[in-house]
């Protein structure tokens, strides 16, 4: 396979990863998991924690999130500027930047002490103790996270940002440096991809339907502005982060997490939407 793309230059921590890392692992609904290559080495899972703030927003707020947060495709970068003006600072969903920006400002408004209890809870649903925010990374990108800082400033001239934009910024940035591994990611989307999980305390973290909406949100909007190609392509509810990592699942069937570094322009991991696309090919396990 050509190894094209980019690493995530913009942010100075994820442009020192070794490019041509790859890794993936698979999670049968029989709790069976398959691995190759680097498929237990931790990476920065960036955008696909946006899934996880959004869920756990979702469990405590419930449909009162969607008036703040729109659930369309945005056909933009997930860092673009130009739709929150004529939005009114109602990001299109809550994937790309501003959006997701917006559920965390539910999550330091409603949680006591929001960036351990948010671990806590990320820590619950994968099962895994260690998982851990990489400060490094968070600091890396909140030196050079002017577009970021810009956003959330925006939206908070419209009252859409309800808490001072800097804690906002400081719980999204480390948000996003989460660090899992293939197989940890695979794990912590259990939640979504099978409607009899729950955690080791018993709790189902969302209803059906509930999660059923989650998984049509990655399926629309989990990929930016890539969103129809990679759904065109692979079949399956996803989401992407620029540390080069793809989550996608198979509702009652199986997940699937890739990870390879190196990006294409959109800022999808261009070896991670190849090869799903010829998994889901060869193997015809799609959802369409
Ligand atoms: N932390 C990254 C950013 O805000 C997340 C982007 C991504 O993974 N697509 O730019």
Redesign the pocket.
Known sequence: MENQGQLAQYIPELAKIDPDKLGIAFLSNENETFGVGDWQTRFSI??ISKVLSLSLAYNLLGENIWERVGVEPSGNA??SLVQLETDNGIPRNPFI?GGAMVICDMLVSHLKKPKSDFLEYVREISSCKEVNFSVATAKS?ELVGFR?KALCNFIKSYGNIKNDPDEVLDFYFHM?SIEMSCLELTKTFRFLAFSNFKTFNGDKVLSLSQAKRLNALMQTCGFYDESGEYSFKVGLPGKS??GGGIIALHPEKYGIAVWSPKLNQK?NSYKGMKFLELFTTETQLSIF
Do not use: M
Request: contains cysteine; glycine residues 18%; charged residues 10%.
């Open positions: 960036q955008s997930f860092n930047n990108e970021n996003c982060g620029v800022g």
